[in-house]
């Protein structure tokens, strides 16, 4: 193992590659002059469109007043973060997300990016303005219309009007259509009849409901002629002025949970609670004084998806900060194996720095490369967010997109930030057990991103639903010209994929030469191949798995889809991971650093490989990897960690995570101060005249002296002879 210096001033010094050889021996040292990571270059990228509202929000998630207390009761957590979103509010931060007819400047992709970073201060804070501000205020502000704007959207942002988002229910989860809770229209007083039916109608999981709200946006079906006309959005009050239940109004709280104890969740129910006609946010549809219903969207179905489509951007938002978790727990856990030394290896009065052992790369550095490309990504799906949001690009079509890279970027980075927080946690040993080190907290309050805004599995079946929806259409467009072309191109590639020429082609070329191997898989255009070529065919296979299904009853048909469910989850992260390597290798291309391109690349090919060695059986099987090939991925791997070895801290350095974000102890200097005094303690010692001799030392010594001494027997006895 490595004897020189990985202290953090060393590692980050390094200026060039490690050789690309497998290490045998000692770590080797990149020679002079080759190339290095721009930190301020790719921090830039990183930063993305709104650079300046990160950095602003970042310098906010650093105030300690903003911060998460690591022993405060649930009581005491929820107070304190009650009153940082006021300071929130006092400051205007949720400015940006309102139009101009408002006084804002109808910047919704600031907006986001700027909540997103309140994750590293606190993610109940993050949460707690996203349900105010990003689902409360937004639900008024995209579903309603002026007068609505007008009468509740000041006092939302101030704060006077503190909201809850009462979609979910007890009974139904991601289910929105299938909502119990019904608003029905009386003509006699002009008024909604608000009314939870039964029990599991309750709305359940809603931030504020337990104490804070005065109002909640509520979905119910909308009831009125005797003609459900589906779900819509209605402006409720709950609370009074002095906090007290108004009449027909239930709440509950939800009490301590997993994480998140700073939002005050509970429960909401409505006993045929009456409010104005013109409570119901109109924009989709709107009822008259006679109780005739109207809509420009004459589909009920696509009249609900566009409406729930509006609230996007809390999905938007938890990929957002999922990343940024992620980055954080890369920077503690990076940081602290940069410094701690662990065992004994060439130099007895050295022990090795974790970072040096292959093990602890091969743990973190996909994570970190993942990371990366997830960052790449969530960039793409924020710019493709404000351009419908701010009505730029806003078409039907536009609309589809986001909303399916929502689905499929969110149950990503959400799971991602989660195993990462695992495995840092691990990584750090006991010292990742401690709460002022963030890890447990941060996984805590993490876990349930990966079932609200969307339960992550829910996701990912839209998603598949969506690529196998333009699928048939791709298939249903080629015109009768085209078709035989088209079987002709199927057919040409179903004989690539169930031949062995492709694979036999793979192993000649790269028989005998491991290197040649590498640079192959190393190519941009191999890894595109090999996982457009996956998504492509993985969405293939389940579009014909499912063909019978057009000829069966409802009945039949939906249990025949059910047991291609899971295949259909797997295209479509399949699709997810294809996204995130051409967003990575776009980011890569868009930086103007040499040295910073070379090493990102190798990042990018680390993030790659990883994916496709998770699923190589799959690629085998299927013909599109040889076998050497195959064999070499594993190898290519652990090559291309000990390359990024010298660049580790300057690629965790990238993501600008500031001391005020780390909070944790053992990556603020802790380490490497515990470090320095046990080796200026041992040097000491042995400098010393009265320092206790090693019993091991002794033995050693004691053996050479005994071999010393059969040796010169020997030698007198020959002498003699």
């Given amino acids: 193992m490595n004897t020189t210096d990985t202290t953090p001033e060393a590692v980050t010094s390094s200026t060039a590659h490690a050789s690309t050889a497998t290490p045998t021996g000692p770590l080797p040292v990149p020679p002079a002059g080759g190339p290095r990571l721009d930190v301020e270059a790719v921090s830039a990228a990183l930063l993305g469109n709104w650079a300046e509202v990160r950095r602003e929000a970042r310098e906010r998630a650093a105030r300690p007043e903003m911060h998460r207390p690591v022993d405060a009761t649930v009581a005491e957590h929820r107070e304190r973060v009650f009153g940082q979103l006021q300071t929130l509010a006092d400051e205007g931060v949720a400015r940006p997300m309102l139009p101009e007819s408002l006084g804002g400047p109808n910047d919704n992709g600031a907006n986001v990016a700027a909540f997103e970073e309140l994750v590293v201060a606190d993610p109940s804070l993050q949460i707690k303005s996203g349900v105010q501000w990003g689902l409360f205020t937004s639900a008024i502000l995209q579903l309603g219309t002026e007068e609505h704007h007008r009468a509740w959207i000041p006092g939302a942002m101030s704060l006077e009007i503190p909201g809850a988002f009462a979609m979910t229910e007890i009974g139904h989860g991601s289910d929105v259509q299938s909502l119990a809770t019904t608003a029905t229209y009386d003509p006699e007083t002009d008024e909604w009849v608000i009314h939870t039916p039964f029990r599991a109608a309750w709305k359940d999981f809603l931030g504020n409901a337990a104490v804070h709200a005065r109002a909640a946006t509520v979905f119910a079906r909308l009831v009125t002629r005797g003609v459900d006309h589906g ?7 709950v609370r009074d002025a002095e906090g007290n239940l108004l009449p027909g109004v239930s709440s509950e709280d939800d009490g301590e949970k997993g994480g998140l104890n700073g ?4 429960r909401l129910a409505f006993d045929h609670v009456r409010v104005p006609r013109t409570n119901l946010l109109n924009r989709y549809g709107d009822v008259d004084a006679d109780g005739v219903y109207t809509s420009p969207i004459d589909s009920p179905g696509r009249r609900f ?6 609230l996007v951007q809390g999905r938007v938002s938890l990929d957002g900060a999922s990343n940024r978790a992620s980055q954080l727990a890369l920077t503690i856990a990076l940081t602290y194996a940069s410094q701690r030394r662990q065992f004994s290896a060439a130099d007895p009065s050295r022990e090795t720095v974790l970072l040096d052992y292959q093990a602890h790369l091969h743990r973190l550095l996909p994570k970190l490369a993942a990371t990366y490309a997830g960052a790449f990504a969530h960039e793409q799906l924020l710019q493709a967010f404000d351009d419908v949001f701010s009505g730029r690009g806003d078409t039907p079509e536009a609309r589809e997109d986001l909303e399916t ?12 930030a989660l195993d990462t927080l695992q495995e840092c946690r691990e990584a750090c040993g006991g010292a990742g057990f401690m709460g002022e080190n963030q890890l447990v907290g941060l996984h805590q309050d993490l876990d349930v991103y990966a079932t609200f805004e969307g339960d992550n599995t829910i996701l990912l079946q839209l998603v598949a639903k969506r690529l196998l929806a333009d699928y048939t259409s791709e298939l249903t467009s080629v015109d009768r010209a085209g078709i035989g072309r088209f079987i002709a191109q199927r057919a040409e590639t179903l004989a690539r994929r169930h031949t062995p020429w492709t694979e036999l082609a793979q192993g000649i070329g790269d028989r005998g030469n491991p290197r040649r191997a590498f640079d192959s898989m190393r190519q941009a255009d191999f890894q595109e191949e090999m996982l457009a070529g996956r998504a492509r065919i993985k969405v293939e296979e389940v579009a014909l798995a499912l063909r019978p299904a057009g000829r069966m009853s409802p009945e039949d048909a939906a249990a025949h889809v059910n047991k291609h469910q899971v295949e259909m989850l797997d295209a479509a992260r399949a699709h997810a991971d294809l996204v995130r390597w051409r967003a990575f290798t776009d980011g890569i291309a868009a930086i103007d650093s040499e040295g910073s391109r070379a090493v990102l690349t190798e990042v990018r ?18 013909g599109l990897i040889s076998t050497q090939r195959g064999r070499q991925i594993a190898a290519d791997q652990r090559r291309l960690l000990w390359r990024l070895r010298p660049h580790v801290l300057d690629l965790v350095a990238a993501f600008d995570v500031r001391p005020g974000h780390v909070r944790a102890p053992i990556a603020l200097g802790g380490e490497k101060e515990r470090q320095d005094e046990a080796a200026a303690y041992f040097r000491a010692q042995r400098a010393s005249a009265d320092a206790p001799v090693s019993e091991k030392v002794l033995r050693d010594q004691e053996r050479r002296r005994q071999k010393a001494a059969r040796g010169a027997g020997g030698s007198a006895r020959g002498a003699r002879r």
Avoid: E
Avoid at 305 to 310: D, Q, R, S
Avoid at 405 to 416: C, F, I, V
Avoid at 613 to 621: K, T
């Fill in 231 to 237: 779900v819509h959005c209605f402006y409720v009050p």
């Fill in 263 to 266: 939002i005050d969740n509970g």
């Fill in 305 to 310: 998806f566009t409406m729930i489509g509006t």
């Fill in 405 to 416: 890279l929502a689905a499929a970027l969110k149950p990503t980075s959400t799971r991602l």
């Fill in 605 to 622: 090919d680390l993030f790659g490989l990883t994916v496709i060695g998770d699923d190589l059986a799959w690629f085998l099987l299927n």
